[in-house]
């Protein structure tokens, strides 16, 4: 029987266990794919030296532990239950969060510490995460109680500076205070075969989260909507014309569809995938909605979870990547269930193989997209990749097109105005300029003095701004946040361009996608104006008012888009770093992709201000150029 748990049995067989290190990291490796690493092996030793003397008690011998349970349909795990008997005789487990940090203290947010190894989550915000997502969603949720439990075993209660709720019992290095809360809530053993019907349990999501969907729906989608669009959360009639129909051939029709949903940037797709999602559940429908960017999904998780813990379990990776030992929802040798209807957003992000697999997943499955936003060169999520693959697969396809727009105050308009300004710059016609300008307000800097100003005069006037950036001069350190690698508009910079020597801020990239992204997007973090994101930290996030940095890979030369030097982007096979460089030396087909992919980098970076965006140009010919458009069709 396959075991979701590293080590599974009796405390009395774990205390006395001399190899134990060993045998977790054997257990690791055959269930997990890989070793574990250092610093999760001397966790362990800690832990467990910690754990074999406060669980050396006669009255707890024959209770059953289990050490890394991987929840269901996730890569999330759980670091000790003990099983037993509550005093009614109903299966219990005490979940526990084992920490190993000496010191922490409360940072910005109530869900982020910051502990002696760095700021992390809370470790409530953890427990009562790892409880929902077992009340919500797993099969033997009706059949055990569960009370949520921290440990520091490093720590002493004065050095643990953080608030945790009166309903979250927590146990600092004193080892005689976990044993009398143990045998208190576990006077009885529960058999090794209730816990194996637990530890195999699958996803199902349950009543439970059919009735918390239910009483929270409006205030989950006005949550959604305040934080994805900042100008009201109603959708329009097309919209919901869109969500009836999915949902109504679901009920009528007995047949396997494939929805192909095209929208522009600013059509709503990610606000129509969330309603549909919310739709679906509240009728009772197995349902899930799935992404690939972890910047978005950990920021629309944490709205579903500031309702309710364990409400964001619906919320999934289609794609984790090759060296990830959890598979997405679209991937190979993916573990989960067929369910009622499947939804992916952004799936112009697939390849064809995500392609694949995404179709055999639900008996209706829903892929929103949009062609020109798509990234890197191994991203193949287009409509004839779509149609190709469901023709194979025997399905009915509906495609189906969001034709309104509706994050940007300037219209179709002003989305005529951009696709004119990347695709046909020498032939902007003066049509609907009037009409947008009057609603959008459309600016470019001559000076990074000014775009601050502007946006600092905004935010005063309670709006919500953000920059955001080309991913050239600096590629980002995932280690060192203060790095040069990370400073993105200030002085000195990674690529030694001096056009900020004499600013007095420094601005750094956004890099950690819950610890950075859900402040910065979710809880107006943008507004102070410290941090910027990349094409890949903005691609369905928005804000009253971007701050644009235009970089130097594509610039204005010889009145048309050229591309330029300076890209720092390094992500995809090949990258957009190693295709410019192609370029440079003669590759045509290089060219053509390279230049492609800027005009949807730029497409997406002039669409994410709902009332307005501001430019500025590192490069002064294309200031050059803007400034002229400016005068000629804005001002």
Request: net charge negative; glycine share 6%.
């Amino acid at each position: 029987m396959k075991m979701n748990s590293i080590y599974i049995d009796c405390i009395k067989n774990f205390i006395n266990l001399n190899d134990l290190l060993n045998t977790f990291k054997n257990n690791f490796k055959d269930i997990y794919g890989d070793y574990p690493n250092i610093e999760q092996q001397k966790s362990w030793e800690t832990s467990i030296n910690f754990l074999k003397i406060a669980l050396n008690h006669n009255e707890l011998h024959d209770l059953i532990v289990a050490f890394e349970y991987r929840l269901p349909f996730s890569n999330e795990r759980i670091d000790l239950m003990i099983f037993g008997k509550a005093k009614d005789e109903k299966p219990m487990i005490i979940l526990f969060e084992l920490k190993g940090w000496k010191k922490a203290e409360s940072c910005y947010y109530n869900y982020i510490v910051d502990s002696d190894i760095g700021k992390t989550i809370h470790p409530e915000y953890q427990v009562k995460n790892y409880v929902g997502k077992i009340k919500f969603s797993h099969s033997e949720s009706e059949n055990f109680n569960i009370i949520p439990s921290i440990v520091m075993y490093n720590a002493n209660r004065e050095d643990i500076e953080i608030e945790f709720s009166n309903d979250i019992t927590v146990f600092y290095n004193n080892t005689e205070e976990l044993t009398h809360f143990i045998r208190s809530n576990l006077p009885s053993t529960v058999d090794i075969e209730t816990v194996e019907r637990f530890i195999n349990g699958e996803y199902k999501q349950s009543k439970k989260l059919f009735g918390a969907i239910r009483q929270h729906y409006v205030q989950i989608q006005q949550q959604s909507y305040l934080t994805l669009a900042e100008d009201g959360w109603g959708l329009s009639s097309e919209q919901i014309a869109l969500v009836e129909e999915i949902l109504r051939d679901f009920k009528e029709k007995d047949e396997k569809i494939v929805y192909l949903v095209q929208g522009a940037p600013g059509s709503g797709k990610t606000l129509v995938a969330i309603h549909l999602l919310l739709s679906s559940l509240n009728k009772k429908h197995q349902t899930i909605l799935a992404y690939r960017n972890n910047r978005l999904i950990n920021s629309i998780r944490n709205i579903f979870d500031s309702i309710e813990r364990g409400l964001s379990n619906p919320i999934k990776f289609y794609s984790m990547g090759p060296r990830a030992n959890f598979k997405g929802v679209a991937e190979k040798n993916f573990n989960g269930p067929v369910l009622d209807l499947v939804i992916f957003d952004e799936a112009q992000r697939m390849t064809k193989e995500n392609i694949k697999y995404a179709m055999q997943r639900g008996k209706i499955t829903v892929f929103f997209y949009d062609e020109g936003q798509i990234l890197n060169i191994e991203e193949e999520g287009n409509t004839q990749n779509f149609v190709n693959e469901a023709n194979n697969q025997g399905k009915k396809i509906k495609e189906r097109f969001l034709r309104g727009f509706y994050r940007t105050q300037g219209g179709e308009q002003y989305q005529k105005f951009v696709e004119n300004l990347l695709e046909n710059p020498n032939n902007i016609s003066e049509d609907g300029i009037n009409t947008w300008q009057h609603n959008y307000d459309f600016r470019v800097c001559s000076t990074i003095d000014e775009l601050f100003s502007l946006l600092e005069e905004r935010r005063d006037r309670q709006y919500k701004v953000a920059l955001i950036a080309a991913f050239t001069e600096s590629p980002g350190d995932l280690k060192n946040t203060r790095s040069i690698k990370n400073l993105r508009i200030g002085y000195p910079l990674y690529s030694n361009l001096d056009i900020y020597n004499r600013l007095q801020k420094k601005v750094f990239w956004l890099m950690d996608p819950i610890n950075d992204y859900v402040p910065f997007w979710v809880h107006g973090e943008s507004n102070n104006l410290e941090k910027c994101a990349s094409i890949y930290g903005c691609q369905g996030f928005e804000t009253d008012y971007a701050g644009i940095i235009w970089g130097r890979d594509f610039i204005y030369r010889d009145n048309k888009w050229q591309l330029g030097n300076n890209c720092e982007d390094n992500i995809g096979n090949p990258s957009l770093k190693v295709l410019i460089n192609k370029a440079k030396n003669g590759d045509q087909e290089a060219e053509r992709y390279a230049y492609q992919l800027l005009i949807n980098r730029y497409r997406i970076f002039l669409t994410r201000g709902i009332k307005g965006s501001y430019i500025f140009c590192e490069d002064q010919e294309t200031a050059d150029f803007f400034i002229k458009i400016y005068d000629e069709f804005v001002a």
